[in-house]
């Protein structure tokens, strides 16, 4: 085994423990950073997939290596989005959990806030 | 001891470490021990980064994937400390927990098992790249990919940051729109962080700049310069050295949207000369591309904080 | 192995040592001031050490300026963030 098998086996190690982690936390922030984990688990194995095509005098396949520059930001983008709605949803119904009874438990209409918020109507 | 057996010992445990982290992060108690646990991961990744040959990444795995994501992470823990001890207390369930433990091992071992049967001689588009790269004028073949030869997927992820920030934005309580991203910060004018950010912001500034210089021919660019100005701008925020904008600025909005439109511009420049779309006249390709990048560093800077400031909280005359 | 080297790998090694110290003091020390002195001061004689260490093979004198600026940023750094943890920790009243 080289060294890029090994950082592969460990980015595959890595995706299953963002994957256990989005899927067993309650607390939606805890979801989003194990997302995080998933995906920089995914970025490892493509480096690695970059770092065997090293070739032509350089270290690693560059095209590849933008691809993962490209990647990590928008993961970024797509985490900030997720937390600011994590942040209104903390707001409104006061719980920062997806549990459809929490949801259900805290909905109620806060002061100042949207009135159409806190009825889009149950999926029950 | 020959050199590649000290490498090899060297990333098993630069792994090792990683894993552990990982873990830490996944089982901690809190959330925010949690969030310190990632942002020592997303260092660590960038170690694993350089040790696979890709400095780019690692330059941009530590700014971003470490350092903003976990601020971005860090203050909403903060925020949201008061609902944890009602996640805490959710029931668990374990039928919930063997069907992610399978999820997790299965896909786990199904990219191991992919990872280990992948193809030797490895394909590799790096003699391409590098029989290219002096088309671009650029010694550095990661920035020529992310400048000429994937010169599309640059502009989308830039157009993916405004709308993420477009989407951040329409968060925002109808009252308060127009107004300040988020709540003012409480800063001794006289104590350690206003005086941290006097002396590190000029030097940032500086930095950033030679990243964005440097990117052209070695490891740098102006997505991580951006990034610098970003961490700078937040810094000088806490600092109360400056204060959130609010958001229905025009300065503002120019420089979101300033390098979008330039790059852009540019592409259709290049469909007119007969180039193509997003190419480059070959006597002409550094220059543009350099320009391109400089109107990039602050329109990237500007989104990121701004991404990370959050929807506005404050209404807009609400300066300090 | 020239002399050179040989300082080289002694600075380097005591570098090591103060982080490996420091590392030992988070884990043992009782309360967060006392583990924010060890880091401190351990990592910054450590780092330092350490780019002393790799000085005499800095490529140029402007490679060798950034590694001592690298140096001083590092101090800066975690000597503010150490005030600011500090400054937290007596806040909060928990000697964890």
């Known amino acids: 085994m080289n060294s890029a098998t090994w950082y592969g086996l460990v980015g595959a190690a890595l995706a299953g423990i963002g994957l256990y982690g989005l899927i067993v936390h309650p607390h939606a922030l805890r979801k989003i950073l194990s997302f995080n984990l998933l995906g920089a688990g995914v970025f490892l194995i493509a480096g690695v997939v970059a770092r065997r095509g090293a070739a032509a005098g350089l270290p690693g396949d560059p095209v590849l290596q933008g691809l993962v520059i490209t990647g990590i930001i928008v993961a970024f983008a797509a985490t900030a989005l997720a937390v600011a709605l994590l942040l209104r949803l903390a707001e409104t119904a006061h719980t920062a959990s997806l549990a459809e009874a929490a949801l259900d438990r805290q909905r109620e209409p806060v002061a100042g806030s949207d009135p159409a918020g806190g009825r889009t109507g149950s999926t029950g | 001891m020959n050199i590649v057996a000290i490498g090899l010992a060297l990333d098993l445990a630069f792994g090792l470490l990683a894993l552990a982290v990982a873990v830490f992060a996944l089982r901690a ?233 330039v790059f852009v511009a540019v592409g259709l420049a290049g469909l007119a000369f007969g180039v193509g779309f997003l190419g480059y006249p070959e006597p002409w390709a550094k220059p543009i591309i350099l320009a391109v990048e400089i109107v990039k560093i602050v329109s990237v800077g500007v989104t990121l904080a701004l991404l990370v400031a959050g929807p506005p909280m404050r209404p807009r005359g609400d300066d300090r | 192995m020239t002399p050179l080297q040989i300082l080289s790998a002694v600075l380097i090694g005591a570098g090591v040592f103060f982080f490996v110290a420091g590392t030992v003091g988070l884990l043992r020390f009782p309360d967060t001031l006392t583990r924010l002195h060890a880091l401190t001061k351990a990592d910054n004689l450590g780092i330092g050490l350490i780019v002393l260490g790799l000085l005499p093979f800095a490529a140029n004198a402007l490679v060798a300026l950034k590694l001592i600026l690298i140096w001083i940023l590092v101090l800066l750094a975690s000597s503010t963030v150490s005030q600011l943890a500090g400054f937290a920790a007596r806040r909060e009243g928990r000697q964890r």
Do not use: C
């Not at chain 2, 786990?108 to 490895?122: M, R, T």
């Not at chain 2, 993916?160 to 477009?166: F, S, W």
């Not at chain 2, 934005?169 to 729109?177: N, V």
């Not at chain 2, 104590?191 to 500086?206: D, I, M, S, Y």
């Open chain 2, 29 to 261: 108690r809190t959330t925010y021990a949690a969030v310190v646990g990632f942002v020592s991961f997303g260092v660590l990744l960038a170690l694993v980064w350089f040790r696979l040959g890709a400095p780019d990444v690692a330059l941009t795995e530590a700014a971003i994937g470490g350092g903003l994501t976990g601020l971005l992470m860090l203050n909403a823990s903060a925020v949201l400390r008061a609902t944890e001890a009602a996640a805490a207390a959710e029931p668990r369930r374990p039928g919930v927990r063997l069907v992610a433990l399978l999820a997790a091992a299965t896909v786990a071992g199904g990219l191991a098992a992919a990872v280990l049967a992948l193809p030797s001689p490895a394909p590799t588009l790096a003699p391409l790249a590098v029989a290219g790269a002096p088309a671009t004028g650029l010694g550095n073949p990661v920035a020529a990919t992310l400048m000429a030869f994937r010169a599309t997927d640059t502009l989308l992820e830039m157009v993916v940051l405004v709308l993420a920030l477009v989407g951040v934005w329409s968060l925002t309580r109808d009252d308060l729109w127009g107004g300040r991203p988020g709540r003012r910060h409480q800063a001794d004018s006289k104590g350690v962080l206003v005086f941290f950010a006097r002396l590190l912001l000029p030097v940032g500034v500086v930095f950033a700049v030679f990243l964005l210089f440097v990117g052209a021919d070695q490891p740098g660019g102006a997505f991580q310069g951006g990034t610098v100005l970003a961490a700078l701008w937040l810094l000088a925020i806490m600092a109360r050295l400056a204060d959130t904008p609010a958001i229905d600025q025009r300065w503002l909005r120019f420089w979101l949207i300033a390098g979008p439109a």
